[in-house]
């Protein structure tokens, strides 16, 4: 740019540069004065003038002088040279040249008179100002220039306050609180909002907490507030609406502020639409989290304390302290808790819908925390009614109800509403959860839960829905059962009694299985009640109140505190029950009452009681059985008989109990057995009882409508619907088969799995009741299940034994009914396709069904036994007793008649009754006369019945028994197979087996020997006792009963047994003349044999009485107590035997009162009942005569031959055994009866009893005796002949019944010698005491020359008698060598028909049975246990049959011995009178003692029982003795070789005799008895010496 002012104007400035300058600002100023150009040239031109100066061209008064002259030329030219002057200040300013710095300040300072101070104060640096000294200090002046430029240009005017600005706020809250409903929109107000800002000053944020606040006050208005707030954002920092809320909730945080719940929805309302975040605001929020931490867990805390007072026993002085402290804590509590202003947001976002904030407000916070304050609660469960109401409006509202339908949310943003069951576990689920067991504040939304999830479980249950859809189903079910389980069961805890709640909920827990409820109840009990404060406190409330109620449950107030219980039971049914099942378990007489005070209980709460008992029972910490292992524990048992009632009152389900029974059998465990047995007995009145009176055993066999009017103890009413309950749950669930295998299984798993450790009397009450328990769930099966359901069930016979391995017994039992309902149902076929009337028809169609039915059973039962088996036995037989039962066999009239007649007097009674109202009696009289018809017609259908069954057995009978091998193995198999396991099966199956054996014998069975069978029934029932259980023993006792019944009917009367069995083959006795070759005659027994028999069965009864008695075993004595009380009525009827058991039996009295109390108890109940029959008891010689009768049948019994082989051998051999065994028993039964017998005629008709005495008896005695003749000379046969008479009476005594005739005075003096004899002399004098006096006796005889014949008054003997008189000697002097042997070791004349055969075979065997006993307890005797047996070894080698070796040995000791036998008798009769009571004292104890002190015991026995013999002494000595027998023995056998010619004669006259028939033998009979009375004139004084000398004998 071209310089305006030449260096010449300068150079010249004087002479014409001057004026030219001045020319150019005039120009400039006038030419362009509107022109930014001119403008910046007269800057230029005054900048180069004032550059010059500074230059120092110029001087500075120069340049001022034309600047003042320029000045003029226009308006604003201070200012522009106000302008240059800064622009050279900044210059100058940076110049290093001092001098043009100073030019300038000179220019200034010449100038200031044409520039104001001002303009230059504004434009120049504050430095130069102070240099021109325009201002003092340059610092100075720079603050407050600062100072004014903030003001002026940084102060706004904003007005915060409301005062400092009223009519702009006034304006703007008009601007917000108009009426909105108009077209007014947010962006409209805003725009006004932004004016009043602008024109009022007002603040922009003091403006946005105004909107709030009258959003608070106008929440309606959510449209135009939310867009209005966010709009205004956008002018805002983003935090500042946050900070702005934050203020307002600190506002409110002193302890007495209150946040007011309108601010809340504000918050909550951006908070959704996301105008803030959570985290930003949630900070401002109080209390801490921590601090709700804190106070959950003082809650918590203070839970458990409540807990714990409540359970805590307080006594009456710390009670009132405790109180005391109690209302100051309450005290302090009512203190109002702070603010939480969490909560108050939370409440807040729910009402609103916001779910996703309130979640996670909520996540922060304890479990259940948030829900636990109730506007929460309310406001969550508001907030779920509305989400599930469509769905619910669909699928839930129960029909006829209409409800009030909830409107939805106005709110677009809140959670979506259910349309199906996944939207509700999508979102109502996960809702629910949060509430937990706070649902309880809201029981609408309960019960729409509830609905909801029965609508789904109908839907789930229903099939035809895909793969996928299934899939998701299941999902859905597991979260049903969450819920249920986390939220419905504990929220029905904390409402109040509601029991229309507990009602809804069972509607929906019935559909789940049984599985699914049990698991959700036990969850609840066991874990829900600790997982919340208020769940422990509500626990510990309910046991406190029940306990309460059950102080104060009786019978007398059952309604009353049943109402009580119903209340409690509906909220907390678990604590509750659990509590009462435990009191129940305590105390068993609050079973009654409890079970009645149950009235008032919902359907839920039935089935909890259900699970609660399981669990009672489960329980692993108690103990089965008590401390002494021998009882099941008293819990078990009080659990089980509530059990039963309760379950047959109300309507509970039984499935659960049933599989846990089934569970428990499958694990071996037969304990919970009970608890089945009391369920069934009670739900349908099917009681196992072994104390069933006969009339009841009677009633039991006849229809069911008898069995249930008369065959039980209570009357069995209105079970229908209770045994139709048990029965649906058995088919349901398939567990009425899998029980009974189970428990026919476990029969022996008690004995060989379970009751390993186990106390016997333990393991036999488990059996029992494990075997009572199928017996009586069987019978429940066979009288509820229909024929179809029964066949359905039940698998064949040979499935059940071969597969399931389920005992014969016990798979007949189940199989029973399934045959008879067959047979009917192919009768009623046969019926009604032809009509034929006729009577024959209808048995005719009657076996044609039955052979329809039970043919594949004949063919199935065939693999249950090995193939010999059915040599003896048809299987159609098998299966036939297998098959039958009581029902078929008899009809109880005498029952039926009862029953009528108790219904007649009913009715009288109605009539006479005053008191009834007349349509009550009508009614009562119609039932009646119902019942009655119900039982006439009832017993008719019987009579049919058993009519047609009695004519299938008479066409079946043929072909029953095959006797392939001997009858003795027929009746073996028929016992075995049959008789013996259905015996002890069940009461009515021991009067079945006794009703049967004898049918069989009625039906005149080909095969079949009846007295065979009795006899083996009677004869050994030691073992059988003593191997039962105590119901067996029981049954058994009812089976002996009935057996004995039978006989004892033959037994009273001639006529009856002439009728019944005269000439029947199964009382028909067989010979056979040589070995088994012979040619057979068959012959009946008489009667009078009969009664024999009959009393030798009486007699063994007893001998295994006493000797069971005497083993000191439990199971002996407490077994055979039950059976004598079961046999009562018909044993014992002879009168010693009668005091034989008394005596044992009142010793067990005095032994087993310390000891065993509950034998005692048996014993002393026996005894009663023995005395109290004594009346009835007869003499021996009344029971059967003891005259000869008519011999052909004990002729032909006793002389089967040198084999036996006439009798069934087992028949034979079992009376030898009788023999021999009842030794012993008759030696004591004679020291008790004290009888001596008087007639020796008597004894002699004494003998035919034994009507089966072997027929080797007979002969080997023969044997015997010839050996005897040939080596002895006449005298000592004479002797012995006088020995037997003595023998003979010590067994007389032993009946004692004959005993009665002779003077007491006699048979005491007779016993008190034997007894002194006994306990004073050693043994060795003994032995010679007792030789002496048989020598003594034999003289006697011969004076007498008539040959008193013994007791033993076997056939043998008496054809002896007939016989010629050498004979006679002959089988004398055998008798006389039994005697010397042991007199008193003869048999009891009334056990057997041929004692001296008896004495002599029988003895050895006696003593071999005798060691065995006594080996039982005195291992010392073994070794004369050897000796003994290889004795009888030797002799069973030269005989048939065992016989006494000793009978030479005794005769040698008695010719060496007589003197001193002699002294001791002398003796003997001196002490006599002084000891009579220390010996009876002695005797008693001598059983006993046999097992204590071994070897004086047993010489003590021996001597009892009469046994002088050497052979007894070498028992009971010590073996040295031995050697003696064996050399006797020797001698023996030499005499049997020399005698053998003799003995064969006299079989041969035997066998002619016995052949020749009565008419013989009555002649024989007639000639004897001649005899026995001259005997008896001649010698009667002698004879009574002989006793007393065969009392010293004993």
């Keep these: 740019m071209a310089a305006l002012l030449p260096a010449e104007w300068i150079k010249n400035w004087e002479k014409g540069g001057k004026s030219e300058f001045v020319q150019l600002c005039r120009t400039l100023s006038e030419n362009k004065s509107h022109d930014s150009m001119g403008f910046r040239d007269i800057q230029q031109a005054l900048y180069e003038l004032a550059y010059h100066v500074v230059r120092g061209n110029l001087k500075h008064d120069q340049a001022s002088n034309v600047l ?35 030019y300038f300040t000179q220019l200034v300072l010449a100038c200031l008179y044409l520039v104001s101070d001002t303009v230059l104060k504004e434009r120049l640096d504050p430095e130069t100002l102070e240099s021109l000294g325009l201002i003092k200090q340059s610092q100075q002046f720079n603050q407050k220039s600062v100072k004014i430029k903030t003001k002026l240009f940084y ?55 105004i909107i709030l606040e009258v959003y608070e006050c106008r929440p309606e208005y959510d449209d135009f507030f939310v867009p209005l707030i966010e709009s205004y954002m956008y002018m805002c920092e983003p935090q500042t609406l946050c900070h702005i809320l934050g203020f307002k909730f600190k506002f409110y945080q002193d302890p007495s502020g209150e946040t007011p719940s309108s601010l809340y929805r504000v918050a909550a309302v951006l908070l959704q639409h996301n105008l803030i975040d959570l985290e930003d605001l949630y900070v401002h929020l109080l209390p801490g989290d921590n601090a709700i931490i804190e106070e959950h867990k003082r809650e918590i805390v203070e839970a458990k304390q409540i807990v714990r007072k409540l359970t805590m026993v307080v006594l009456s002085s710390e009670k009132t302290e405790e109180k005391e402290k109690e209302k100051e804590k309450e005290e302090e509590k009512t203190e109002k808790p702070p603010d939480n202003q969490k909560l108050g947001l939370l409440e807040a976002l729910l009402k609103i819908g916001d779910w996703q904030h309130a979640q996670s407000i909520m996540d922060q916070m304890p479990p259940f925390y948030a829900t636990s304050h109730k506007p929460i609660a309310v406001a969550l469960c508001q907030l779920v009614h509305v989400t599930i109401e469509p769905l619910y409006r669909r699928v839930g509202v129960p029909k006829g109800a209409k409800g009030s339908p909830i409107s939805s949310l106005p709110n677009k943003r809140a959670p979506k509403q259910t349309d199906s069951f996944e939207d509700l576990r999508k979102e109502v689920f996960n809702m629910l959860c949060y509430l937990g067991p706070h649902l309880s504040h809201d029981p609408i939304l309960f019960a729409k839960v509830v609905r909801l999830g029965k609508a789904f479980m109908k839907e789930f249950q229903s099939d035809g829905s895909k793969q996928e859809d299934k899939e998701k189903m299941e999902i859905l079910f597991s979260c049903l059962l969450s819920i249920t389980d986390q939220v419905l069961l504990p929220s029905l805890s904390l409402m109040d009694c509601n029991a229309c709640m507990s009602e809804e909920l069972w509607g929906m827990f019935k559909t789940f299985p049984y599985q699914y409820r049990y698991r959700l109840y036990g969850q609840w009990k066991n874990e829900t009640y600790n997982s919340h404060p208020l769940l422990v406190k509500v626990k510990a409330q309910t046991i406190d109140r029940a306990k309460y109620i059950m102080k104060r449950l009786t019978k007398e107030n059952v309604k009353p505190s049943g109402r009580q219980i119903g209340k409690l039971s509906h909220s907390n049914p678990t604590i509750l029950f659990d509590y009462i099942l435990s009191q129940i378990q305590k105390y068993d007489n609050l079973i009654t009452p409890v079970v009645d005070s149950l009235k008032y209980l919902t359907s839920l709460n039935y089935d909890v009681l259900a699970y609660c008992i399981i669990e009672a029972l489960a329980n692993p910490e108690k103990e089965r059985m008590k401390h002494d292992d021998t009882t099941i524990s008293s819990w078990l048992q009080s659990l089980a008989s509530f059990c039963g009632a309760v379950f047959r009152k109300y309507p509970i389900e039984l499935a659960g109990l049933l599989q846990y029974v089934a569970n428990q059998l499958k694990a071996g465990k037969s304990f919970d057995l009970l608890i089945l047995k009391e369920v069934v007995q009670k739900m349908a009145g099917i009681e196992i009882t072994e104390e069933m009176t006969m009339e009841q055993l009677e009633a039991m066999t006849g229809g069911e409508q008898l069995k249930a009017e008369g065959g039980y103890f209570g009357q069995i009413r209105n079970t229908k619907k209770s045994s139709q309950r048990l029965k649906d749950a058995l088919l349901d669930h398939d567990l009425a088969l899998p029980l009974c295998l189970l428990m026919a299984q476990q029969r022996n798993g008690v004995i060989f799995q379970e ?59 189940l199989s029973r009914p399934m045959y008879a309902h067959h047979i009917s149902s192919k009768y009623d076929e046969l019926k009604k396709a032809e009509k034929g009337n006729k009577q024959q028809h209808k048995v005719h169609k009657y076996i044609t069904s039955c052979e329809l039915v039970m043919a594949p059973v004949h063919d199935a039962v065939i693999s249950l036994h090995l193939p010999k088996v059915w040599d003896d036995i048809s299987p159609q037989f098998y299966a036939t007793f297998w098959s039958l039962t009581m029902y078929d066999l008899a009809v109880p009239h005498s029952s039926y008649d009862r029953e009528v007649n108790k219904l007649k007097v009913q009715m009288k009674a109605i009539d006479d009754n005053q008191e009834m109202p007349p349509n009550k009696k009508k009614k009562e009289k119609e039932r009646c006369t119902a019942l009655q018809d119900k039982l006439l017609e009832e017993e008719k259908k019987q009579l049919e019945h058993v009519q047609r069954v009695l004519q299938r057995l008479k066409l079946e009978k043929d072909n029953w028994l095959l006797a392939k091998s001997t009858k003795n193995e027929t009746i073996t198999k028929f016992l075995q197979l049959c008789i013996f396991p259905r015996c002890i099966f069940s009461a009515i199956d021991a009067v079945y087996c006794a009703h049967f054996v004898e049918l069989v014998h009625q039906q005149k069975t080909p095969n079949f020997s009846t007295l065979l069978c009795y006899d083996r029934v009677f004869s050994d029932i030691i073992y059988t006792v003593a191997s039962c259980t105590e119901n067996e023993a029981s049954r058994y006792g009812r089976f002996l009963c009935c057996m004995l019944e039978t006989v004892t009917r033959w037994h009273s009367d001639r006529v009856i047994y002439e009728k019944e069995c005269g000439n029947y083959p199964g009382f028909l006795t067989i010979l056979r003349a040589t070995g088994f070759d012979g040619g057979n005659k068959a012959d009946q027994l008489d009667y009078e044999n009969f009664r024999h028999v009959v009393h030798k069965w009486h007699y063994k009864l007893t001998k295994a009485s006493v000797h069971c008695l005497e083993t000191g075993e439990y199971t002996h004595i407490r077994n055979i107590l039950i059976v004598l009380t079961k046999i009562l009525p018909w044993y014992p009827k002879v009168l010693n035997l009668g005091q034989a058991l008394e005596r044992r039996v009142h010793k067990i009295c005095q032994e087993e009162k310390e000891k065993r109390p509950d034998l005692y108890a048996l014993a002393m109940g026996y005894s009663g009942q023995l005395k109290s029959r004594k009346p009835f008891m007869i003499p021996e010689n009344e029971f059967h005569h003891k005259d000869p009768p008519a011999r052909n049948a004990v002729a032909a019994t006793v002389q089967n031959g040198p084999g036996g082989a006439g009798m069934p051998t087992s028949l034979t051999i079992n009376t030898v055994r009788l023999e021999e065994g009842t030794t012993e028993e008759t030696d004591k039964l004679k020291e008790k009866s004290q009888g001596v ?39 000592e046969k004479d002797k012995e002949k006088k020995d037997k008479t003595p023998a003979a009476t010590p067994e007389m005594k ?52 008539i040959v008193t014949i013994v007791e033993s008054k076997s056939t043998a003997e008496k054809e002896r008698e007939k016989e010629p008189s050498r004979e006679r000697d002959i089988a004398k002097e055998m008798k006389s060598k039994e005697n010397a042997k042991g007199g008193e070791k003869m048999p009891v004349a009334g056990s057997l028909k041929s004692p001296v055969p008896r004495s002599e075979i029988s003895e050895s065997e006696r003593e071999q049975k005798r060691r065995k006993v006594d080996t039982h307890s005195s291992p010392s005797h073994s070794s004369t246990v050897k000796d003994n047996l290889n004795e009888l070894k030797d002799s069973s080698a030269k005989h048939y049959i065992n016989h006494t070796t000793p009978t030479l040995s005794k005769s040698k000791e008695r010719e060496v011995d007589k003197k001193d036998l002699d002294k001791s008798r002398e003796r003997s009769r001196e002490r006599e009178k002084k000891d009579e009571k220390d010996r009876k004292e002695r005797k008693r104890d001598h059983s006993n003692s046999d097992r204590e002190v071994p070897q004086d015991s047993t010489k003590r026995r021996k001597e009892e029982n009469g046994t002088t013999g050497s052979s007894k002494h070498s028992k009971s000595e010590s073996p040295s003795d031995s050697p003696r027998l064996t050399e006797k023995e020797k001698e023996k056998n030499k005499s049997k070789s020399s005698g053998k010619e003799k003995g064969d004669s006299i079989k041969a006259e035997k066998m002619e005799k016995s052949s020749s028939g009565s008419k013989k033998e009555s002649r024989h009979d007639k000639e004897k008895t001649e005899k026995k009375e001259k005997r008896d004139s001649t010698g009667g004084k002698e004879e009574k010496k002989h006793h007393k000398s065969s009392d010293k004998h004993r």
């Design 755 to 813: 009751g390993g450790e186990k106390h016997l009397k333990l393991v036999g009450k488990l059996y029992d009741q494990c075997h009572d328990t199928l017996v009586q769930f069987g019978g429940f099966l066979a009288s509820n299940l229909s024929t179809e359901d029964y066949i359905k069930r039940v698998p064949s016979i040979d499935v059940l034994c071969n597969e399931f391995h389920t005992p014969h017994d016990a798979a007949f039992f």
């Design 155 to 209: 102060k706004q005017q904003k007005f915060n306050l409301l005062r400092e600005e009223n009519e702009g706020y006034a304006k703007l809250i008009a601007e917000l609180g108009q009426d909105l409903s108009g077209n007014i929109t947010s962006d409209l107000i805003l725009e006004n909002i932004k004016s009043l800002i602008g024109c009022f000053n007002l603040d922009p944020n003091r403006v946005l907490d």
């Design 1237 to 1275: 017998v008087k007639v020796i005629n008597k004894a002699v008709n004494a003998t035919p009893k034994v009507t089966t005495s072997n027929g080797n008896s007979a002969s080997n005695s023969k044997i015997i005796k010839e050996k005897d003749e040939k080596e002895k000379s006449g005298k």
């Design 68 to 102: 003042g002259d320029v000045i003029e030329f226009r308006e604003d030219m201070p200012s522009i040279l106000a302008d240059v002057f800064c622009i050279l200040d900044i210059e100058t300013s940076c110049l290093e040249e001092k001098s043009k710095r100073d």
């Design 1294 to 1345: 032993a009946l004692g019944k004959d005993g009665k005739d002779k003077p007491k005075e006699e048979r005491v003096n007779k016993d008190e010698k034997a007894r002194e004899i006994k306990e004073k002399t050693p043994k060795s004098d003994k032995e010679k005491e007792k030789v002496k006096k048989e020598e003594k006796a034999s003289k006697e005889e011969k004076s007498k020359t």
